[in-house]
């Protein structure tokens, strides 16, 4: 049912629902557009219908081939919405759900669009705060790049910015999508350019092994994972490739490249991965929906219980993953050597084949074994200790009966 959005503009069609609002089909005076008209709850804040214009010349301002423009913003009663540019296409979530990962040319062109597209963002003092395949659109009616990847722009600029306020995140909220969020958000730590990068190489990532680095389980566990693990090698890829990887997935904010610098490395890359195929890359290992330590008499209930790390979690159980969400998890703060960066602060160290990877569910399992056993060897030791000794006070008491009675004879 169509409805009016402002005195200019007419919402026809509803084209998807995200956290913040929904994105409708919609007609201006200079033909098709895009709007998303945010809750209702949102436009009754005043704080942010303040916000809303204050963030209106940068917003207008922010053009680029690969960035999806805001045409206007509209402020009406109870209606507040974002009028954008109308893509013909689909969004990256969609195309990685089909094809679960993508051939390493395609994926590093796709990415290299967006890297593009934050670096004028940043340029203009704009950090997107919630990069993730949902909000990367691929335009059907655009030239094919390389390994046949449509244009990519990148859409929902502002919208984190927006509705984030001090009295949604004191302290203990964060803002943003869990799989995708730099460490530094998690500790606390105002968002810079730089969390942008992250959530990008998070991107990459997961286009090349269909899974994120750190994803799945409790939300809590994924944030912790964020500043305490590093991030699993993906066999198959040039070793360039990877360590761009690496260096900006690193913990420390300012061991990551800057947007441009990132965006022209991985074109510089796709020479060299022309015609390959999509990685062949193991599932990830599964993992226990509480990250817990359940006695050892639980484990066989627990392995019904597992659900698969691939993709995004959402902070609200049961909500879509297309979602900006607040958590109450509370983080430690990270030890020097995490917050190191580079190869030594984000590549695993290698391990053997067919062993467990350190902090998943069957390494759990099998320290849970190892404690066990320990405990059940240091009782059968103590066990043997106190009969020895037990023994040896037996033959120290009849030695002095003996010498006494040996004495005393006449």
Not at 366 to 390: H, I, L, P
Request: charged content about 25%; some cysteine.
């Amino acid at each position: 049912m169509a409805r009016k959005i402002g005195s200019r503009y007419t919402a026809n069609q509803i084209l998807g629902r995200g956290s913040a609002g929904t994105v409708w089909l919609g007609e201006g005076p200079e033909g098709p557009v895009a709007i998303k008209l945010l809750r209702e709850d949102l436009a009754s804040d005043e704080e942010l219908v303040g916000r809303f214009v204050q963030e209106r010349t940068a917003l207008l301002g922010l053009e680029h081939p690969h960035v999806v423009s805001v045409r206007d913003l509209v402020v009406d009663g109870n209606d507040l919405a974002l009028v954008m540019d109308l893509v013909r296409g689909t969004d990256l979530r969609t195309r990685l759900d089909r094809e679960r990962r993508l051939a390493p040319e395609a994926a590093v062109a796709i990415v290299a669009d967006v890297a593009d597209g934050l670096a004028a963002a940043h340029a203009a003092g704009i950090v997107h705060r919630d990069v993730k395949p949902e909000n990367v659109l691929l335009d059907m009616q655009g030239p094919l790049g390389p390994g046949g990847s449509h244009p990519a722009l990148l859409t929902d600029f502002g919208v984190a910015k927006l509705i984030d306020s001090p009295k949604r995140t004191r302290a203990t909220k964060i803002i943003g999508t869990p799989d995708y969020l730099a460490p530094e958000i998690v500790e606390g730590l105002p968002p810079r350019a730089s969390v942008d990068i992250y959530a990008l190489a998070t991107v990459l990532y997961e286009l090349l092994a269909g899974f994120t680095p750190f994803g799945g389980g409790h939300p809590g566990a994924v944030l912790r994972r964020h500043v305490t693990e590093t991030v699993v090698p993906l066999p198959g890829i040039p070793e360039e490739l990877w360590q761009l990887l690496v260096q900006c997935l690193a913990k420390a904010p300012a061991s990551r490249l800057r947007a441009s610098e990132l965006a022209a490395r991985l074109r510089e890359q796709l020479q060299t991965l022309a015609g390959m195929p999509p990685l062949d890359v193991d599932e990830p290992e599964t993992e226990t929906p509480q990250e817990t330590e359940e006695p050892a008499a639980a484990a066989p209930a627990a392995e019904e219980q597992r659900v698969r790390r691939r993709g995004a979690v959402s902070l609200v159980p049961g909500a879509k993953p297309d979602s900006n969400r607040d958590t109450h998890t509370s983080m430690r703060v990270p030890g020097p050597d995490e917050l190191a960066g580079g190869a030594r602060g984000t590549a695993r160290v290698p391990r053997a084949a067919g062993a467990p990877r350190p902090g998943s569910a069957r390494h759990r399992v099998a320290a849970r074994r190892r404690r066990v056993t320990f405990a059940v060897a240091g009782v059968v030791v103590a066990a043997v200790v106190g009969v020895g000794a037990w023994l040896a006070s037996s033959g120290d008491d009849s030695a002095p009966s003996q010498e006494t009675h040996s004495t005393s004879t006449p």
